[in-house]
T-cell receptor
């Protein structure tokens, strides 16, 4: 069984479009995260939710909006996509004060 | 504030040789430290973690790392490289709440036959 899953795995879209990436974890964790990995492999946290509440919101354009319908899901919606948004987006989850477990990533390419 | 620096974006070793991947950290609080591995087109997998217990930490796939406070280092080693070890390795630091992970820029390990 996949612990942290993301859909879609690949996403190719035009500039200006709006897209969503979904994340689900079946580990019973109460904290979920979104990371962005750029072309140089640099990995940076974007958001963190604990029990459906936003607890970390790094300096990210407000075109990015996370949504957590329940503890097992954390979706990422991106408005007005730009070329610079092309990256790999990783979802992760953890229990409180425990190690983070990562999903397989969503490779976003904006044309 | 916390950060990690990984020295060497690319490391190449021969199969059977020692693997040494360097990580130095900066932290204003006692850190928790991690090594993750990323295989091509896959997510990050936890190799090992240091959470203020034993300073020498053993992980999966024969890897281990030693926390050295005096050197602010957490280098990753493996006595004998295997072809399957070829991947990208990331060092990360967090505070004791685990909420914020700060990753290094990664080291790509190449293993030559």
């Amino acid at each position: 069984d996949t612990a942290v899953s993301q859909t879609p795995k690949y996403l190719v879209t035009q500039m200006g479009n709006d897209k969503s990436i979904k994340c689900e974890q079946n580990l019973g964790h109460d904290t979920m995260y979104w990371y962005k990995q750029d072309s140089k492999k640099f990995l940076k946290i974007m958001f963190s939710y604990n029990n459906k509440e936003l607890i970390i919101n790094e300096t990210v354009p407000n075109r990015f909006s996370p949504k957590s319908p329940d503890k097992a899901h954390l979706n990422l919606h991106i408005n007005s996509l730009e070329l610079g948004d092309s990256a790999v987006y990783f979802c992760a989850s953890s229990s409180y004060q425990e190690t983070q477990y990562f999903g397989p990533g969503t490779r976003l390419l904006v044309l | 504030a916390q950060s990690v620096t990984q020295l060497g974006s690319h490391v190449s070793v021969s199969e059977g040789a020692l693997v040494l991947l360097r990580c130095n950290y900066s932290s204003s609080v006692p850190p928790y430290l991690f090594w993750y591995v990323q295989y091509p087109n896959q997510g990050l997998q936890l190799l090992l973690k240091y959470t203020s217990a034993a300073t020498l930490v053993k992980g999966i796939n024969g890897f281990e790392a030693e926390f050295k406070k005096s050197e602010t280092s957490f280098h990753l080693t493996k006595p004998s490289a295997h072809m399957s070890d070829a991947a990208e390795y990331f060092c990360a630091v967090s505070g004791h709440n685990f909420n914020k992970f700060y990753f290094g820029s990664g080291t790509k390990l190449n293993v030559k036959p």
